[in-house]
């Protein structure tokens, strides 16, 4: 039996209904199959989506003009990703590596991406009609993307989407005359490639060829663009068939509308090695449209159904399932689980299996780094534990002292080095062992030492960093580091704090291993280490942090990095009187209503760089629900609550963005705080894997569901500020699924 729509709605009503309503309303039937109500308690609302479905996690519709600085959403399958142009139908940086197609060809005065299936209406770019033309409507789903126009009295609606297993793209465009009177049209559309295939390592952007061979197909309403230094082809064309061609590359289709009447066109991209394969797979498409349209609604659907159930077919692990009247509790919960969703590759091109990108939408669609992993690394352990192990094997084979990331084409790691590397391998590797109990998994040979012993000599090496001698590492540059603070270079506390609860989660291990001895002189280590973090790097009085240089001077930089690091990784080292002045240092300069600043607006390197992930404009979307995780430590846990649940509304933009601005620099989006665009100065991608550290803050801050090494799963629990009848259910920890709420953590 084919289900048409697994949500239960109409292709047409998805986009138009208000996805608030649907929530408020209790529309998804079989979450409230899954749940007893009656066992939450007296109350006449509803509990909200358990697992989420497919509208339940769209974004509000989001309108924008041309002129805005936005970021246009991205959709993906599991093997690749494309974004949307700030149009109704464009699309670019369509990557499957090793494929690419609209990347930045390397020329002289390069346009940087290209687009392709932009629509001429009678001769003239969309676009270049007067508003309301230039405004887009947007709503992503984990399955697609609706853009809505209206320009010069028709209406156009797009729904696009990336069927899935294959290198395609496809897209439904609905042309509507709303009129009293008839029209013929013509619409034009713009079809670019530049395709090719780099087998190679892949690293910032999609690559490009600017001369592809391009060859007309009219018969089959499609035009060939073939790699000349490759082997690569792309394959574009319509249906209905374009009535011509055009200027070599534009695709012209005739048409007559009445009254009310609508047109219904169907686009699509194949890419392939070779010309053959790629018309095949576009025939196929275009001739079962609808039919992959649907099942790429089932499939997602399912995914999203396999993601919270224990045993199921397409993750290693899964997420608990979150049972919860609260509407803030449910978005912070599930828009972080859409930046995981998002971020899956499961790509037969991935030379270490399934696995997870760092950033998507348009930049590095093939990296992995460590860094943004560690941030989430909790619900990757839970979601799919093989995947991360996976990582933090590559990690430990590869030189990660000098590169930041590695790439599923080659396999191997790329770029510059990131000071952070060390903490955030032993992170990953603490969070697998924690939920997954794989302790002798510590005793494979990892190339040509045990997996303990890679972990020991990570939590070390900062030793040979210590370039002067005074007990600290020295962290290089600004390239190393934050990369857009000038000031926070070389002995730098939030880095060195890491090393301190390093140290002490290998002691941890080698207690266990027998070790006792050395188990001991780490603990020791890690203690002294500290206390020079406090003593030389802590500024007195002011709750912030400096960074020492190589001649002896300090820099005072107001960063959150300092601030939710050492809470994070020292907090038992800090004194009462430290804890309450980077509290007040939070509250008094970084806090925004809606979101944060990374740097305070009184540091004095503020105007240095205004990249919002680390500036004093916004930031990352890991550094607030870290910073909160710290905040509950130290503050009521009520005041925090009010802050987090606004946190909240950013989701309501699609998936985490890799920054967000504070309110004061952007006002809100649909009760959010904006989502960076990717243009210049901010170049800042659409979603990034480090928005999953939301789940992870609903686990174990708000649950406050601890999952220690050895001793169980300890409980401080928070979530009576959302709900008090708020639960998770097949919570896994070691080989247990667990329930937890307020009243403690029992097994299923």
Request: aromatic letters at 10%; charged letters at 20%.
């Amino acid at each position: 039996m084919t289900i048409r729509n697994p949500t239960g709605f109409s292709r047409r009503s998805l986009t138009a209904f208000n996805r608030r309503s649907f929530l408020k309303a209790g529309a998804a039937t079989t979450a409230l199959q899954m749940i007893d109500q009656s066992k939450l308690g007296a109350s006449n609302k509803s509990v909200l989506p358990c697992p989420p479905t497919l509208s339940s996690l769209a974004s509000d519709p989001i309108t924008h003009l041309f002129r805005d600085l936005y970021s246009a959403p991205a959709t993906q399958n599991e093997w690749g990703y494309l974004k949307a142009t700030k149009s109704v139908s464009g699309m670019t940086a369509i990557s499957f590596p090793p494929y690419a197609c609209c990347g930045v060809p390397q020329t002289a005065f390069s346009p940087g991406y290209l687009a392709t299936c932009e629509i001429f209406l009678n001769g003239r770019m969309l676009m270049g009609y007067p508003p309301p033309a230039t405004q887009v409507t947007y709503t992503w789903y984990p399955h697609r993307i609706v853009r809505e126009t209206l320009a010069d009295g028709l209406e156009f609606t797009t729904h696009t989407f990336m069927p899935s297993r294959l290198r395609a793209a496809a897209q439904s465009i609905v042309v509507r005359n709303p009129g009293s009177g008839s029209r013929t049209i013509t619409l034009g559309f713009d079809l670019r490639a530049g395709v090719t295939k780099k087998t190679d390592a892949w690293f910032v952007n999609s690559p490009a060829e600017i001369d592809n061979r391009i060859t007309a197909m009219l018969s089959r309403g499609c035009l060939s663009f073939e790699s000349q230094h490759s082997r690569a082809v792309s394959v574009q064309g319509l249906l209905p068939k374009p009535n011509r061609v055009e200027d070599l590359r534009m695709l012209a289709l005739d048409f007559s509308l009445g009254p009310g009447e609508s047109r219904e066109v169907h686009y699509v991209n194949a890419i392939a090695e070779d010309t053959a394969a790629a018309l095949a797979s576009y025939d196929h498409l275009q001739a079962n449209f609808a039919a992959i349209q649907d099942q790429n609604e089932e499939v997602v659907a399912g995914l999203l159904r396999s993601a919270f159930t224990p045993g199921n077919s397409e993750f290693s692990g899964h997420l608990p399932q979150l049972i919860t009247q609260d509407e803030s509790l449910w978005k912070l919960y599930h828009a972080g689980f859409t930046n995981l969703l998002f971020a899956r590759r499961s790509s037969p091109d991935s030379v270490y299996g399934n696995t997870y990108l760092t950033l998507g939408g348009r930049v590095l669609p093939s990296l992995s780094f460590p860094w943004d992993t560690s941030l989430t690394s909790l619900s990757l352990a839970l979601l799919d534990p093989d995947a991360l192990r996976r990582l933090i094997e590559l990690w430990l084979l590869e030189d990660m002292h000098a590169h930041l990331a590695t790439d599923y084409v080659s396999g191997h790691a790329i770029g510059p080095w990131y000071a952070v590397n060390d903490m955030a391998i032993l992170r990953c590797a603490e969070n697998y062992l924690r939920v997954t109990g794989d302790f002798a998994w510590l005793q494979k040979p990892i190339g040509e030492k045990k997996c303990l012993e890679h972990l020991t000599a990570h939590a070390l090496y900062w030793k040979t960093l210590d370039k002067q001698g005074r007990g600290l590492a020295d962290y290089g540059q600004m390239d190393n580091l934050l990369e857009v603070i000038s000031t926070y270079v070389h002995e730098v506390a939030g880095m060195n704090a890491g090393n301190v609860s390093s140290m002490r989660f290998v002691a941890a291990l080698l207690d266990r291993a027998g070790d006792s001895m050395r188990a001991g002189q780490l603990r020791s280590e890690a203690r002294d280490l500290a206390n020079r973090i406090n003593q030389l790097l802590y500024v007195p009085g002011k709750g912030y942090w400096k960074a020492r240089q190589p001649d002896g001077s300090f820099n005072e930089v107001r960063h959150c990095y300092d601030l939710l690091a050492v809470l994070d990784n020292m907090f038992e080292d800090l004194s009462d009187r430290q804890k309450k002045e980077m509290s007040h240092f939070f509250w008094s300069e970084l806090h925004g209503a809606a979101w944060m600043q990374s740097l305070s607006s009184s540091d004095v390197d503020a105007t240095w760089n205004i990249r919002p992930d680390h500036s004093s404009i916004g930031a990352y979307p890991a550094w607030p629900p870290m910073t909160a995780k710290g905040l509950y430590k130290i503050d009521p846990s009520k005041n925090v609550t009010s802050w987090v649940k606004q946190l909240a509304r950013a989701g309501n933009q699609g998936p985490f963005g890799q920054a967000h601005f504070i309110e004061t620099i952007f006002p809100r989006e649909k009760g959010g705080a904006y989502k960076s665009p990717d243009d210049a100065p901010y170049l800042n991608d659409w979603s990034c894997l480090s928005g999953g550290s939301f789940v992870d803050l609903v686990i174990n801050s708000i649950f406050g569901a601890d999952l220690t090494l050895y001793d169980g799963i300890k409980l401080t629990s928070r979530v009576t500020d959302f709900d008090a009848g708020a639960k998770l259910t097949n919570l896994n920890y070691q080989g247990q699924n667990h329930t937890v709420s307020r009243e403690g953590a029992h097994r299923v």
